[in-house]
Antibody, heavy 116, light 107 residues
Framework: EVQLVQSGAEVKKPGESLKISCKGS????????IGWVRQLPGKGLEWMAI????????RYSPSFQGQVTISADKSISTANLQWNSLKASDTAIYYC?????????WGQGTLVTVSS | AIQMTQSPSSLSASLGDRVTITCRAS??????LGWYQQKPGKAPKLLIS???TLESGVPSRFSGSGSGTDFTLTISSLQPEDFATYYC?????????FGQGTKVEIK
């Protein structure tokens, strides 16, 4: 069974850095693309970035290029999403997704709250 | 990037109604499209992959069709547990892109 377990909720101040993680199990981590999806409060789903852990090829959606960094460590089947300087507008739920052949498997979500 | 235009953005329907949601891609995406259901406070759930393949455990009242640029999700007879928000997602070109979502509400 494909499982993605994400790190826990975070409360941060504007300007702080953050890395959230997603650990996969039950599937060949290096055979899937792993991505991150943002959901702002009460809003729709936005795909942020995606990585192929086998060779670390990455793709960013235009709105998120330069705003976040996606990475993966295939040795521990973990993908990460990192911010260098958070803004209040980054307050959202972030989901990791393992996707292949139009079939996406989702983590449980990580709530990130950025507030002074 | 491929744009996915989903319609309607919301609809009101009664139990037993037939409901149709559409997604249009800004360019051809073969059948590289999935449909997801999201309920409040939960992660999205995959209903249909490859435009028309029903996922295991998903009720047969859900069906998907289409190829190229135009796609449809149909719920043949709306049940209480189907009130949720539905999204299409293309993964023909990465990064994938979502439709804007369709909120299905009780009439």
């Amino acid at each position: 069974e494909v499982q993605l377990v994400q790190s826990g909720a975070e409360v941060k101040k504007p300007g702080e850095s953050l890395k959230i993680s997603c650990k996969g199990s039950g599937f060949q981590f290096t055979s899937y693309w792993i991505g991150w999806v943002r959901q702002l409060p009460g809003k729709g789903l936005e795909w942020m970035a995606i990585i192929y852990p086998a060779d670390s090829e990455t793709r960013y959606s235009p709105s998120f290029q330069g705003q976040v960094t996606i990475s993966a460590d295939k040795s521990i089947s973990t993908a990460n999403l990192q911010w260098n300087s958070l803004k209040a507008s980054d307050t959202a739920i972030y989901y990791c997704v393992a996707i292949t052949g139009s079939r996406g498997y989702w983590g449980q979500g990580t709530l990130v709250t950025v507030s002074s | 990037a491929i744009q996915m235009t989903q319609s309607p953005s919301s609809l009101s329907a009664s139990l037993g109604d037939r409901v149709t949601i559409t997604c249009r891609a800004s360019q051809g995406i073969r059948n590289d499209l999935g449909w997801y259901q999201q309920k409040p406070g939960k992660a999205p759930k995959l209903l249909i992959s490859a435009a028309s393949t029903l996922e295991s455990g998903v009720p047969s009242r859900f069906s998907g069709s289409g190829s190229g640029t135009d796609f449809t999700l149909t719920i043949s007879s709306l049940q209480p547990e189907d009130f949720a928000t539905y999204y299409c997602l293309q993964d023909y070109i990465y990064p994938p892109t979502f439709g804007q979502g369709t909120k299905v509400e009780i009439k």
